[in-house]
C-alpha cells in the first residue's frame, strides 16, 4: 500500500506557528496605528504606561469618548488633506498610464529585435533606475525654475515617469520574452500587421504581467517623497510630503495625531488594491519568472 508523501504533524505545526508569527509581526504596525489614529497625542505617545494607549484614559477625559475622529478632523477638513489626495490622484493615473504605454511598447520592441545593441540599452535603463532619485531630481530644478515650470503637477509627473520608463520597460521586457514569436508570427500569417499581432494577439495574454508592472508604477509615484517634495509646491503637494508636514520643526497639540490619521487614510486604499488584484499579480510575477 502506497502511502501519499506530505508533511508530518510536527513540521506542520512548526510552519503554522511561523506563518501565524510572521503574520502577527507583519500586520502589528498597522493595526497598532488604526487603534492609535482614534486616539489622542497624550495617549498614543503616552511615557507613564503602554496601556493608556490601549484605554485611552486621556482621549475619555479630553472627548468623553474612548475614540475619537479628531486626528481625521483635523488632517482632513483643518488642514485640507483632501487636496493631497486628489494631487496625488492625478500624479498616479498619469505616471502609471505614461509609464506602461511606453513600457509595452518598448518592451515590445527589445524583446522581438535581435540587434546587439538591445543587451546594452537594457543594461543603461537598469543602471539608470538603479541611481538615487534625489541625484536626478537635483540636475532637473534648475532648468525648472529657468523655464518657470516648477511647483506644478505636469512637472512632477514628467520627471516620474522618467525615474520609472527604465524599471517598466525591463520588467515588461521579461514578460514579453517569457510569450513565444510563434504567436506574433502566426497572427501576421493569418493577415494582422506588426501592431495589430501585438495589439490582437500579444497583449490579451499579457494582462498580468502589465497589470503587475501598472502595481510597481503606481506605488512608486504613491510613495514618492524626494521628487514630489523637491518640485511641488505647497499647494500641490502629494500626500507623503503633507503628512511630512504635519511633523514639522514646530508642532502643536495633536497635529502628530494628523500625521498618524492621513498615514492610515494613505495606506488603506494600497491595502485594497493589493488585496483586489491579489491574483492577477500572483499569474503576473509567475509569468515573468517563466520562459515559454
Not at 510536527?10 to 502577527?24: D, E, K, R, S
Not at 502609471?96 to 546594452?120: H, P
Not at 518640485?231 to 507623503?240: D, F, H, P
Request: hydrophobic content about 50%; glycine content about 6%; aromatic content about 16%.
Amino acid at each position: 500500500m502506497t502511502r501519499s508523501i506530505g508533511y508530518s504533524r510536527p513540521l506542520a505545526i512548526f510552519t503554522g506557528v511561523i506563518l501565524v508569527v510572521w503574520l502577527i509581526v507583519a500586520a502589528f504596525p498597522f493595526i497598532w496605528t488604526v487603534w492609535g489614529s482614534f486616539k489622542v497625542q497624550a495617549d498614543f505617545f503616552s511615557r507613564v504606561s503602554f496601556w493608556n494607549a490601549i484605554t485611552g484614559p486621556a482621549t475619555v477625559r479630553q472627548t468623553g469618548e474612548a475614540l475619537t475622529l479628531d486626528g481625521y478632523r483635523g488632517a482632513w477638513i483643518e488642514r485640507e488633506f483632501y487636496h493631497s489626495v486628489w494631487n496625488t490622484t492625478i500624479v498616479t493615473i498619469c505616471v502609471t498610464s505614461i509609464s506602461l504605454l511606453f513600457g509595452t511598447l518598448g518592451g515590445y520592441a527589445l524583446s522581438r529585435s535581435s540587434r546587439n545593441y538591445t543587451f546594452w540599452i537594457l543594461i543603461a535603463a537598469l543602471v539608470f533606475r538603479a541611481m538615487p532619485h534625489i541625484t536626478l531630481v537635483s540636475g532637473f530644478l534648475l532648468p525648472f525654475f529657468q523655464l518657470n515650470i516648477w511647483g506644478y503637477l505636469p512637472t512632477a509627473i514628467i520627471v516620474l515617469v522618467a525615474i520609472n520608463q527604465p524599471f517598466t520597460i525591463w520588467m515588461l521586457h521579461s514578460f514579453f520574452k517569457s510569450i513565444p514569436k510563434d504567436l506574433d508570427e502566426s497572427a501576421m500569417v493569418d493577415g494582422c500587421t506588426r501592431f495589430q499581432a501585438f495589439r490582437l494577439a500579444i497583449m490579451p495574454v499579457m494582462w498580468p504581467g502589465v497589470i503587475t508592472t501598472g502595481l510597481f508604477s503606481f506605488l512608486l509615484a504613491y510613495n514618492d517623497f524626494s521628487v514630489t517634495a523637491l518640485l511641488l509646491s505647497q499647494e500641490n503637494q502629494t500626500m507623503v510630503p503633507k503628512i511630512n508636514s504635519f511633523l514639522g520643526t514646530i508642532q502643536t497639540e495633536g497635529t502628530i495625531m494628523y500625521a498618524v490619521a492621513a498615514t492610515v487614510s494613505a495606506t488603506v486604499p494600497l491595502f485594497i488594491l493589493v488585496m483586489f488584484f491579489q491574483r492577477q499579480i500572483v499569474s503576473g510575477l509567475t509569468a515573468g519568472a517563466v520562459k515559454g
